[in-house]
């Protein structure tokens, strides 16, 4: 069955929904792999992109534009396992619990979250950075109410915390996509169809020359999410489609690429495309890693499972080591070209980033995880709970 058929027909078949419906938790290998590549990729951008902390140039240690699309990578990955997830759940007892949802996103985002929301407002307000005390709260409500997107499209940075801008994404998107998935019939029209009204909304403001915002409208990825949820319903459908995703020569093709970009930089085919371009070829990636038993490449070992667990950890944690590092190396001259400075800060950062995000994750996140599991609906392999940009559990 094509997608277009599969558009016209609607809705899903219930025989074959009850057959994906699991019982038993479900586990999708590899997934944690792909945080831990993203997060890894993430930590190397902000290393080389603040080695002026240390009076140092930027090395360009990975390709321009790379971190920018492991962040789409994150929001493709959520998109996916969020979707997937409420499906089998409105297939398995015919709706989606609300309450339960938000109870979930809640206990797994929002602790470290406000932990380094909460220590970003105390050092800028008493640490002496800004005495603006009026325009420094202001700045942070925007954190509080979880748009730090739109403050971060407009130009707007807080050390350490600025990439929790994503966070924000993140939590925009659940507000609407569980009622999204629970009340549409046809679920895969939907989804083309918002990625559809969202795309054209970009074309027409960037050509009304609206920048502030098309910027917010950019950043706010729905359409990656939305591209990451039709590969959950490929998936769960069985669709013909996969037949080419899992084929040799699109794996070679897509993984050829994303190397490529890795380390040349991203490919430009239509700059205000990029986004979408590249959330198809990591569907791609995603799928055939946690899906396809011949894939070309895996990434399920133990390494990259470890790192993956804690990825949450070190995305929120690591702007917070690289301004350490900068002040306890405040009087130190680095006799190296910046190269291989940028490389021995990516690995220091990477030492002190890693101890204390499985510090939280054992000590802190995992109390909330454990209240989070009463609310669970669907069964999932632990290492299936992560997921997103925020590294959150599902």
């Known amino acids: 069955m094509s997608l277009t058929l599969a558009i016209k027909k609607g809705a899903f078949s219930n025989a074959k929904r009850r057959s994906t419906a699991h019982t038993k938790p479900f586990y999708l290998p590899g997934l944690n792999g792909i945080r831990a590549i993203a997060i890894l990729i993430i930590i190397a951008a902000h290393t080389d992109e603040f080695s002026y902390l240390f009076h140092k140039h930027a090395?360009?240690?990975i390709g321009k534009g790379a971190a920018v699309q492991a962040v789409t990578l994150f929001f493709v990955l959520s998109?996916?396992?969020i979707t997937y997830l409420l499906i089998l759940e409105k297939e398995k007892f015919r709706k989606i619990h609300y309450r339960k949802f938000y109870m979930r996103r809640a206990l797994r985002i929002w602790p470290v979250y406000f932990l380094m929301v909460s220590i970003a407002y105390i050092i800028h307000m008493y640490g002496g950075i800004t005495p603006e005390y009026k325009v420094m709260t202001t700045y942070f409500l925007y954190y509080l109410f979880f748009i730090p997107n739109i403050f971060f499209a407009a130009g707007g940075i807080l050390h350490p915390i600025t990439p929790l801008w994503s966070i924000g994404v993140e939590e925009q998107f659940y507000a609407f996509w569980p009622f999204v998935i629970n009340k549409a019939k046809n679920i895969v029209g939907v989804m083309l169809a918002i990625i559809g009204i969202y795309f054209c909304t970009k074309v027409a403001l960037q050509y009304a020359h609206l920048t502030t915002i098309f910027k917010i409208v950019n950043v706010t990825r729905i359409d990656?999410?939305?591209i990451g949820g039709i590969g959950a319903y490929l998936v769960l459908e069985k669709h013909r489609l996969l037949s080419i995703i899992y084929h040799r020569i699109t794996q070679m093709v897509c993984w050829a690429i994303l190397i490529y970009s890795l380390i040349f930089g991203?490919?430009?085919?239509f700059s205000i495309a990029d986004s979408e371009i590249y959330s198809v070829l990591f569907l791609i990636f995603i799928l055939n890693v946690s899906t396809n038993p011949r894939t070309i490449i895996s990434t399920e070992n133990k390494v990259?499972?470890?790192l993956g667990k804690i990825s949450y950890g070190l995305f929120?944690?690591?702007?917070?080591?690289?301004?350490?590092l900068a002040y306890l190396f405040r009087n130190t001259a680095f006799n190296v070209n910046n190269t291989a400075f940028v490389i021995g800060l990516y690995i220091l950062t990477l030492m002190v980033s890693i101890p204390v995000a499985y510090f939280s994750y054992e000590f802190f996140e995992k109390r909330f995880l454990n209240l989070k599991q009463k609310y669970a609906k669907v069964n999932s392999s632990a290492n299936n709970e992560s997921t997103g940009l925020n590294i959150q559990e599902a």
């Open 59 to 61: 090395a360009g240690i």
């Open 316 to 324: 929120a944690y690591h702007m917070s080591v690289l301004f350490l």
């Open 79 to 81: 998109g996916y396992l």
């Open 266 to 269: 991203a490919i430009h085919i």
């Open 304 to 306: 990259l499972n470890f």
């Open 224 to 226: 990656s999410m939305a």
